[in-house]
């Protein structure tokens, strides 16, 4: 079993930064892939950027690359996301989602919705007001 803990959601200004943190326990074989996703309002959830642990191989979605970093510490077990410019439309759920996949089903096109992740966080708000 795997559990996540994310933190670190709020509101800010269009401009302004976030870092989200999730922290994992549990078995590691099951989370060699992790990722951040979001889903706004009315919206399907997406991936945002996801993380292959075994090279530390990081995507991006379009939307987001150059403003937002992924982080890691395999000493704490943290998985952060430093997101920085941020923008109304930013404004979403944030969830962190991992599981053992192939290394090419570790990808933020691949993973997509996160459907093939098994392991969810309770999710943390992010809320960016222009």
């Known amino acids: 079993q795997v559990q996540l803990v994310e933190s670190g959601g709020g509101s800010v200004q269009a401009g302004g930064s976030l870092r989200l943190s999730c922290v994992a326990s549990g078995d590691s074989y099951r989370r060699n892939c992790m990722g951040w996703f979001r889903q706004a309002p009315g919206k399907e959830r997406e991936a945002v950027a996801v993380?292959?642990?075994?090279?530390?191989?990081?995507t991006y979605a379009d939307s987001v690359k150059g403003r937002f970093t992924i982080s890691q510490d395999n000493r704490k077990n943290t998985f952060d996301l430093s997101m920085n410019s941020l923008k109304p439309e930013d404004t979403a759920m944030y969830y962190c989602?991992?599981?053992?996949?192939?290394?090419?089903?570790?990808?933020?096109?691949?993973?997509?919705?996160?459907?093939?992740?098994?392991?969810w966080g309770q999710g943390t708000q992010v809320t960016v007001s222009s």
């Open positions: 989602a991992a599981d053992r996949l192939w290394r090419d089903a570790c990808t933020v096109v691949t993973a997509t919705t996160g459907a093939n992740f098994g392991y």
């Open positions: 993380f292959w642990a075994a090279d530390g191989r990081t």
